[in-house]
């Protein structure tokens, strides 16, 4: 028999559903990533801060095998571009997951500074000092982007012999005047 004549199978997956090949019974289940069931938790498992060897341990059920064996093929499947693609694109879900916590997070704690400030501003029960009003009232301010800090640098851009020459000529001035 021809090995040009089999027929070849295509799997067309939908995003996150796991697609079971029809016909013979495959153990190779693949998600929506392309990546097998066991790809896909092992690249769980590295997103989520596991080492190569004891993410291929928990996806691979590989608790007998020797640690050599395991190690060389954890490497592997981490290498492998798709696995390492998944990784990426799982980090990268969790970046953007801590930035929004940390943007609400910095958001609350700006509101209860403000309404902190703005109180000892007001001062309405009047034991407030002045001193500290004004020092609400500064800081108010530069929360607020009303008061910046500006520094200045001026950047000459001058050669080596400019430079001598300068010096040459204070050391000159200096010499006479001692």
């Known amino acids: 028999m021809q090995e040009d004549n089999k027929p070849t199978l295509t799997l067309i997956t939908v995003e996150g559903e796991t697609v079971r090949p029809k016909g013979k019974r495959s153990s190779k289940l693949t998600t929506g990533t392309g990546l097998t069931e066991k790809q896909e938790a092992f690249a769980r498992g590295l997103a989520d801060g596991l080492t190569n060897a004891e993410s291929y341990r928990r996806s691979y059920g590989a608790e007998n095998m020797k640690p050599a064996t395991v190690h060389s093929e954890a490497c592997k499947q981490a290498q492998h571009p798709k696995v390492a693609a998944r990784v990426e694109a799982l980090l990268a879900e969790k970046r953007q997951r801590n930035s929004m916590d940390t ?12 309404r902190g400030v703005w109180r000892l501003c007001e001062n309405v029960e009047g034991n407030v000092p002045p001193a500290v009003q004004q020092s609400a009232l500064a800081l108010a301010a530069k929360m607020a982007g009303m008061l910046t800090d500006q520094v200045k640098i001026e950047n000459v851009g001058t050669d080596s012999s400019t430079i001598e020459r300068e010096l040459i000529e204070r050391l000159q001035r200096l010499s006479k005047s001692a």
Not at 103 to 114: A, G, L, M, P
């Open 103 to 114: 943007d609400r997070r910095r958001e609350k704690n700006s509101d209860r500074v403000w």
